[in-house]
């Protein structure tokens, strides 16, 4: 009888399967499939005596090791994509031998893409940890791969003995609910299969007694996932983890990681673990300079909102008095009259004199050492995707800055009170 493989749907699922193979099928940028859907082929053998797993059990590979060739024990299943982009590929794996670098691997091949080793290294937990190493020392990126709307093949193949398999998740980070993505046991509704839950994830632990102000409808939290120089673990400027209150839970969604932060009036933000489901809380207001580029790691920062954010009223009233890099100017037209300052009627340098408002004016006169009143706000440019800065013809443009050791705040930093300084270009691998 053909296994049976669910989609994520919002609220119903959908659950396929057929003798010509097993499907998952992406809705809301997500598809989800237990890898033992697929029939057990060559040495992959199936089991359950390892606590946590999701479905009904997991795959381990109980052959030899094969780190020259692939094609050992294939299993096969077909990706059904709606909604093209760019899409992550997740495993949840296991594997516990003492060295993290040992028994740590799978070869992975989606559609006509060459073979890829895929490996962990945290030793004795189901994780989604899950890296490609394509060789020339580019091992520590996620799989990712772009999708067109159509049928796509998934293709695993033993490679390291010990290795054991869980669940599949494919999913678009742009648009995706990150709390499914890594939630090992988010499964739909509906028919079909439900796999067995370890401890049902406890509705939030009941807080102690918090102390919290009087509830005011005025009075809220937002929440910024702090990305320098990219995403990762919270890191002090001095690379210290930082003032945790909590001791990581585990079982949680980053949902209800952020409500329990959101509860908590101490709590200056706080920690996801992507790979265990687990939740770190801060109270320290310096946790977030920073990040340790771990990508698995979510470090998101809490700012209180006190009454209706001065979206209009802000620019014309005072700035000085409150935080200017998140309610300065970031909705009105100041990035643009920057990067269009250069061709002929407002240009920064003569803008100030007679006919231009304060509320314009302010990024390029006055003294270049207080930044405060006039406020900057940086884009990274992804046209047509991340990397160096480039000018019409391929150029490198007009950099009038040497390269320095900086983090990307104070890069920014220094742009911001830089007058000319149209934006930078930052070298994550030199700090530059």
């Known amino acids: 009888m053909a296994r049976r493989l669910s989609a994520v749907l919002a609220t119903t699922s959908v659950f396929l399967g057929s003798a010509s193979g097993n499907i998952l099928v992406e809705h809301n940028c997500l598809a989800v499939g237990e890898v033992e859907s697929a029939a057990a082929t060559g040495?992959?053998?199936?089991?359950?005596?390892?606590?946590?797993?999701?479905?009904?059990?997991?795959?381990?590979?109980?052959?030899?090791?094969?780190?020259?060739?692939?094609?050992?024990?294939?299993?096969?299943?077909?990706?059904?994509?709606?909604?093209?982009?760019?899409?992550?590929?997740?495993?949840?794996?296991?594997?516990?031998?003492?060295?993290?670098?040992?028994?740590?691997?799978?070869?992975?091949?989606?559609?006509?893409?060459?073979?890829?080793?895929?490996?962990?290294?945290?030793?004795?937990?189901?994780?989604?940890?899950?890296?490609?190493?394509?060789?020339?020392?580019?091992?520590?990126?996620?799989?990712?791969?772009?999708?067109?709307?159509?049928?796509?093949?998934?293709?695993?193949?033993?490679?390291?003995?010990?290795?054991?398999?869980?669940?599949?998740?494919?999913?678009?980070?742009?648009?995706?609910?990150?709390?499914?993505?890594?939630?090992?046991?988010?499964?739909?509704?509906?028919?079909?299969?439900?796999?067995?839950?370890?401890?049902?994830?406890?509705?939030?632990?009941?807080?102690?007694?918090?102390?919290?102000?009087?509830?005011?409808?005025?009075?809220?939290?937002?929440?910024?996932?702090?990305?320098?120089?990219?995403?990762?673990?919270?890191?002090?400027?001095?690379?210290?983890?930082?003032?945790?209150?909590?001791?990581?839970?585990?079982?949680?969604?980053?949902?209800?990681?952020?409500?329990?932060?959101?509860?908590?009036?101490?709590?200056?933000?706080?920690?996801?673990?992507?790979w265990t489901n687990g939740c770190e809380l801060h109270t320290g207001a310096g946790d977030f300079y920073q990040t340790s580029g771990y990508e698995l790691c979510r470090c998101v920062q809490k700012r209180v909102v006190v009454g209706s954010p001065p979206v209009s009223a802000a620019p014309t009233t005072k700035a000085p008095a409150t935080d200017a890099p998140t309610t300065g100017a970031p909705t009105t037209a100041t990035p643009t009259s920057v990067d269009s300052a250069a061709p002929t009627t407002v240009s920064p340098t003569t803008a100030a004199p007679t006919t231009v408002s304060p509320t314009t004016a302010a990024p390029t006169s006055a003294a270049p050492t207080d930044a405060s009143p006039a406020g900057s706000t940086f884009a990274e440019v992804l046209t047509p995707a991340r990397g160096c800065c480039r000018n019409a013809t391929m150029g490198s443009g007009a950099e009038v800055t040497p390269v320095l050791g900086h983090s990307l705040a104070s890069c920014e930093a220094l742009c911001v009170d830089t007058i000319g300084c149209t934006g930078f270009e930052f070298h994550m691998w030199s700090n530059g």
């Open 43 to 274: 040495s992959w053998q199936f089991g359950s005596s390892i606590a946590n797993h999701a479905g009904s059990g997991y795959y381990t590979w109980t052959g030899p090791n094969h780190f020259g060739s692939t094609g050992h024990g294939t299993l096969e299943y077909s990706l059904q994509i709606t909604t093209p982009g760019e899409y992550t590929f997740a495993i949840r794996n296991y594997h516990s031998d003492p060295d993290p670098t040992e028994s740590n691997d799978v070869w992975l091949k989606v559609g006509g893409n060459s073979w890829v080793k895929c490996y962990s290294e945290l030793v004795g937990m189901w994780q989604w940890m899950f890296k490609m190493d394509v060789g020339h020392g580019d091992t520590e990126r996620p799989p990712k791969y772009t999708l067109n709307a159509g049928t796509h093949t998934i293709k695993l193949s033993g490679r390291s003995n010990g290795f054991s398999i869980d669940r599949i998740h494919v999913y678009q980070e742009s648009c995706v609910n990150m709390a499914n993505a890594r939630n090992a046991f988010f499964t739909p509704s509906g028919a079909g299969p439900a796999p067995p839950q370890p401890a049902p994830v406890a509705s939030l632990p009941t807080q102690p007694p918090v102390a919290q102000p009087a509830p005011s409808p005025s009075v809220g939290a937002d929440f910024v996932e702090i990305m320098q120089p990219s995403r990762g673990c919270c890191r002090t400027s001095s690379l210290g983890s930082g003032q945790e209150v909590l001791p990581v839970l585990t079982g949680h969604t980053q949902a209800q990681c952020e409500a329990l932060c959101a509860a908590d009036t101490s709590c200056t933000g706080y920690e996801y673990h992507t």
